[in-house]
């Protein structure tokens, strides 16, 4: 059985720590770590979420000629302390929670926090990027293959009857007075 010292700290907490000459074998609580992570990517969300909306309220179309003219630079002041509040909150939580009496150690706490949500953060983004470019590249060959399909079908052997399936097609005006019928059926004036 290991035998151990208690001590007290300024904030007269009780410390219990192994022997003196003995190693602590476990010095790092991933639990803490993925807790810190955890509240990080919470208050990025949060907070995201929050200066999305003051951005988004502060874009009135109607009176700029630009309306988003500020809208790069404050995204970007926005994105930076975000995540400089989300990865202080985070490591502070995971600092805490694992329960480590050395502020090195807890300092350690917080820099693993950083790392987790780093590599969490690059693979949510890249499963994002990838299903994004899988739904663009699979919207683009539905739509070749079926320009293909009526191409094959309006002009089976030779030019002119492509230029027949062509000259079939509605003009500008004939769509622009649909969408007009349409807006009257639905009470709706055209602004045009």
């Given at each position: 059985?290991e035998?151990?010292?208690?001590?007290?700290?300024?904030?007269n907490?009780?410390?219990?720590?192994?022997?003196?000459?003995?190693f602590a074998?476990?010095?790092t609580?991933w639990?803490?770590?993925?807790?810190?992570?955890?509240?990080?990517?919470?208050?990025?969300?949060?907070?995201?979420?929050?200066f999305?909306?003051?951005?988004?309220?502060?874009?009135?179309?109607?009176?700029n000629?630009?309306?988003?003219?500020?809208?790069?630079?404050?995204?970007?002041?926005?994105?930076?302390?975000?995540?400089?509040?989300?990865?202080?909150?985070?490591?502070?939580v995971?600092?805490?929670?694992?329960?480590?009496?050395?502020?090195?150690?807890?300092?350690?706490?917080g820099?693993l926090?950083?790392?987790?949500?780093?590599?969490?953060?690059?693979?949510?983004?890249t499963?994002?990027?990838?299903?994004?470019?899988?739904?663009v590249?699979?919207?683009?060959g539905?739509?070749?293959?079926?320009?293909?399909?009526?191409?094959?079908?309006?002009?089976?052997?030779s030019?002119?009857?492509?230029?027949?399936?062509?000259?079939?097609?509605?003009?500008?005006?004939?769509?622009?007075?649909?969408?007009?019928?349409?807006?009257?059926?639905?009470?709706?004036?055209?602004?045009?």
């Open positions: 059985m035998r151990e010292v208690v001590t007290e700290n300024r904030a907490r009780v410390i219990v720590q192994p022997e003196p000459g003995r074998l476990r010095r609580s639990s803490a770590v993925f807790a810190g992570a955890l509240v990080a990517l919470m208050t990025t969300f949060l907070l995201s979420l929050l999305a909306g003051i951005g988004l309220q502060s874009i009135d179309l109607t009176s000629q630009n309306p988003l003219s500020g809208f790069g630079t404050g995204g970007i002041v926005a994105l930076v302390v975000t995540n400089l509040v989300a990865l202080f909150l985070g490591g502070w995971a600092g805490h929670l694992a329960g480590v009496s050395r502020r090195s150690d807890a300092f350690i706490h820099v926090t950083w790392g987790v949500l780093t590599i969490l953060t690059i693979f949510l983004l499963t994002a990027l990838g299903r994004f470019v899988g739904g590249t699979s919207l683009v539905g739509v070749l293959g079926t320009t293909t399909q009526a191409a094959a079908t309006a002009a089976p052997n030019p002119q009857g492509a230029a027949n399936a062509l000259s079939q097609l509605p003009g500008f005006d004939a769509v622009q007075g649909q969408i007009d019928q349409f807006l009257n059926q639905a009470g709706v004036q055209n602004p045009a």
